[in-house]
Nanobody
Framework: QVQLAESGGGLVQAGGSLRLSCAAS????????KAWFRQAPGKEREFVAS????????RYADSVKGRFTISRDNAENTVYLQMNSLKPEDTAVYYC????????????WGQGTQVTVSS
């Protein structure tokens, strides 16, 4: 059974940085596109960033371009999200996901990690 486990969330002041990690267990997901989504209170879950199996194709939501960086380590079965210049509007639960049809559909989801940015 595949499990995705996020870590690295927390409380940070506006302008600060956080690095999220998502480790997969149960089987290797090296061939899957991996992604981060987020859901703010009262809002729908939204796409943040994705990275294909080789790292050669990366996409970002317009709202995070230039501030967030997604990366992956297939040997460690882990995907990362470096978040810089955080804003209060980045406050959300962040979820990692894996699949072949990202962002339309994910095959696996993590449980989420809370990121709170104070003004």
């Amino acid at each position: 059974q595949v499990q995705l486990a996020e870590s690295g969330g927390g409380l940070v002041q506006a302008g600060g940085s956080l690095r999220l990690s998502c480790a997969a267990s149960g089987r290797t997901l090296a061939s899957y596109t991996k992604a981060w989504f987020r859901q703010a209170p009262g809002k729908e879950r939204e796409f943040v960033a994705s990275i294909n199996w080789s790292g050669g194709s990366i996409r970002y939501a317009d709202s995070v371009k230039g501030r967030f960086t997604i990366s992956r380590d297939n040997a460690e079965n882990t995907v990362y999200l470096q978040m810089n210049s955080l804003k209060p509007e980045d406050t959300a639960v962040y979820y990692c996901a894996a699949g072949y049809a990202i962002p339309t559909r994910a095959d696996y989801w993590g449980q989420g990690t809370q990121v709170t940015v104070s003004s």
